[in-house]
Antibody, heavy 118, light 110 residues
Framework: QVQLVESGGGVVQPGGSLRLSCAAS????????MHWVRQAPGKGLEWVTF????????YYADSVKGRFTISRDNSKNTLYLQMNSLRVEDTAVYYC???????????WGQGTLVTVSS | QSALTQPASVSGSPGQSITISCTGT?????????VSWYQHHPGKAPKFMIY???KRPSGVSNRFSGSKSGNTASLTISGLQAEDEADYYC??????????FGGGTKLTVL
């Protein structure tokens, strides 16, 4: 079955950097686009970024554009999120999600918590 | 990229039906049939419930149905059950090649 396991979360100071990873299994990773979605404490889901299956196109929410970079290594079945210039408001649980039919996310990981605090 | 508008909470008794609305603009909900709904039990992974406005992925109960009129999509849950108590989020593809979620609706089964 599909498994998505996020890692790399932790506590970082404002202005710092962090790289999240998402290890995928149970499906042909290179055939699917992938999303990162986050949920701040007590808040709703917020879409963050998407990458096409071959890495040819990447899209970002305005709130992270220029600071976050999505990438993937299809040989390692792994999705990444490089987060730079972190702000307190980036504190959230970050989920990776498998894309489906171009427009949806049909499988999600359990999430990894990122806390930005001094 | 403003969040889609959902009611903060809805409630219903077991066996009843409830409807959750999701209002956007012509640049998202109104402009595309790429509307989806997710069920989220806190601490767990969100679950994909509805796509293409009204279609159910395999394995999702037919008690869940979706519709859309203009810039507003809706999720209806019929025959409410205790396990339906969760947060529900709508989502839409947008004209900016991005995605947007609703603010979420907490469903309480009384």
């Amino acid at each position: 079955q599909v498994q998505l396991v996020e890692s790399g979360g932790g506590v970082v100071q404002p202005g710092g950097s962090l790289r999240l990873s998402c290890a995928a299994s149970g499906f042909t990773f290179s055939n699917y686009g992938m999303h990162w979605v986050r949920q701040a404490p007590g808040k709703g889901l917020e879409w963050v970024t998407f990458i096409r299956n071959d890495g040819s196109n990447k899209y970002y929410a305005d709130s992270v554009k220029g600071r976050f970079t999505i990438s993937r290594d299809n040989s390692k079945n792994t999705l990444y999120l490089q987060m730079n210039s972190l702000r307190v408001e980036d504190t959230a649980v970050y989920y990776c999600a498998k894309g489906w039919s171009d427009y949806y996310s049909d499988q999600w990981g359990q999430g990894t918590l990122v806390t930005v605090s001094s | 990229q403003s969040a889609l508008t959902q009611p903060a909470s809805v409630s219903g008794s077991p066996g009843q039906s409830i409807t959750i609305s999701c209002t956007g603009t012509s640049s998202d909900v109104g402009g595309y049939n790429s509307v989806s709904w997710y069920q989220h039990h806190p601490g767990k992974a969100p679950k994909f419930m509805i796509y293409d406005v009204s279609k159910r992925p395999s394995g999702v109960s037919n008690r869940f149905s979706g519709s859309k009129s203009g810039n507003t999509a809706s999720l209806t849950i019929s025959g409410l059950q205790a396990e339906d108590e969760a947060d529900y989020y709508c989502s839409s593809y947008t004209s900016s090649n991005t995605w947007v979620f609703g603010g979420g609706t907490k469903l309480t089964v009384l």
